[in-house]
């Protein structure tokens, strides 16, 4: 254990199971450790660094507003927050934004307006209904949204107002809905619950409900927004607009930002119900206009969906060699392997030893969520190293 990893051990609260690397440096798909070593990055800061590390083009952004303005109240108009709102709605089917630090806190701010819209127009419906295996945060609200019992075991009693229902399953959300619902919150696809796809009219379906009850629909593309999935937004692939989005992760690179954007209709908070000390603050605008100007401008979507097909079919051919991969899964470059026993911690343990990060999504699943840049290259790269680890496996 290195000197660092001592000093973690001594100070750190153990929320997180750290694997016994310290990175120091990033850039574009590779990070090193302390002693110098490099790692071809599939985890990407968990689906963040879409452009991979340190981009020169969001560096620059950053370096330029750090020594121009860094933080003002939102008392204040600041140019890179009306700039990067802009160019966010220019290209999403959504009017009006808020901006905010995370994306469990943009989550939460979803809920509040969805529950403001409930008072207003729904005789005070303030229930979500949300599904199982979803992941939508961690804070105590987002805890009861997220529909899995690991994350809300340690915390009953949970905040009411949250029903969370089987996925994939309109009859289950019809079943759920009651004059009390005010909206519908989803995945489009679940990251965290391990790469799971809808069917193809899971959320057409859901969304004509939403629209026959009354109800808003928020979408949470925190994981699958920005290009991952291979086009700017998931929604887009499924034929259908949400009345709410959230956005998170990789929308500026790595500087901490949340976004929730909604309809016209839906945008019913007013001066005073809702805020946030520092979000959109101008630094983190200024990295996110950066990142989302790149990935307009050079197609980053469209690779992720062109390289994220080659990455899916390797990964078949890796499941025909090998007897014990039971699925690949994923779209664009958010992507699953499955396995038939729990060996997707010690798989995460060995791909390290070898140099390439990937993550243990679930105790038989392994998830990759590359920078968005990468080519046909790093995919080669990672598939030979994921080769020998599985064939060390085996022998
Ligand atoms: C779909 C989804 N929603 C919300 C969150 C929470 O985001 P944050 O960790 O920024 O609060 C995550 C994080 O993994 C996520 O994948």
Redesign the pocket.
Known sequence: MSKWQELEQKYFMRTVERLPVTLVKGQGARVWDENGREYLDFVGG?AVNSLGHCPPVVVGAIVEQAHTLIQTSNQFYTIPQIRLAELLLQNSCLDKVFFCN????A?EGAVKLARRYGKRYLDGAYEVITTMNS????TLAMVAATGQSKFQQPYVPLPTGFVNVEYNSIEAIKAATSRQTCAVML?PLQ??GGVNLPDSDYLAVVRAWCDQMGILLIL?E??TGMGRTGTLFAYEQYGIEPDIMTL??GLASGLPI?AILAKDRASVFTPGEHGSTFGGNPLACAAAYATLKFILDNDIAGNAKRVGQYLVSGLERLKQKFQFITDVRGCGLLVALEFSSDIAGSLVTACLDRGLLVNRVKPNDLRFMPPLIIGNSEVDEALGILDKTLSSIVS
């Open positions: 968990w995370s994306g469990a806190e989550n992941f939508h945060g961690r995945e990251g965290e949470d925190i994981q998170a992760k949340g």
